[in-house]
């Protein structure tokens, strides 16, 4: 039985740091791609950074230069690092597994950036 169980979502004031998780389990962790996507009230999901299954990054132009993502094959979980954070970045936070046809979605993790 997949999942994906994200955590490290909060409260932060602008300026700060939050460190997402998400832990995998039930399939292969260390072959997929891993994301991150956000959705804020009223928008679309989108993507906020992926990670191959071969360490190689991408990042969404809002994000770039704030956000790290990283994985650990060993521990099956994927990171966020975020950075000085800002108003516009409060959303659900989704972690995604994904190999060609395949995607899984974990239940997300809330993060609000608000003084």
């Known amino acids: 039985q997949v999942q994906l169980v994200e955590s490290g979502g909060g409260l932060v004031q602008p300026g700060g740091s939050l460190r997402l998780s998400c832990a995998a389990s039930?399939?292969?962790?260390?072959?997929?791609?891993m994301g991150w996507y956000r959705q804020a009230p009223g928008k679309q999901r989108e993507l906020v950074a992926v990670?191959?299954?071969?360490?190689?990054?991408n990042y969404s132009d809002s994000v770039k230069g704030r956000f790290t993502i990283s994985r650990d094959n060993a521990k099956n979980t994927v990171y966020l690092q975020m950075n000085s954070l800002k108003p516009e970045d409060t959303a659900v936070y989704y972690c995604?597994?994904?190999?060609?046809?395949?995607?899984?979605w974990g239940q997300g993790t809330q993060v609000t950036v608000s003084s």
């Open positions: 039930g399939f292969i962790f260390s072959i997929y791609a």
């Open positions: 990670i191959t299954s071969g360490g190689s990054t």
């Open positions: 995604n597994a994904k190999l060609r046809a395949r995607s899984y």
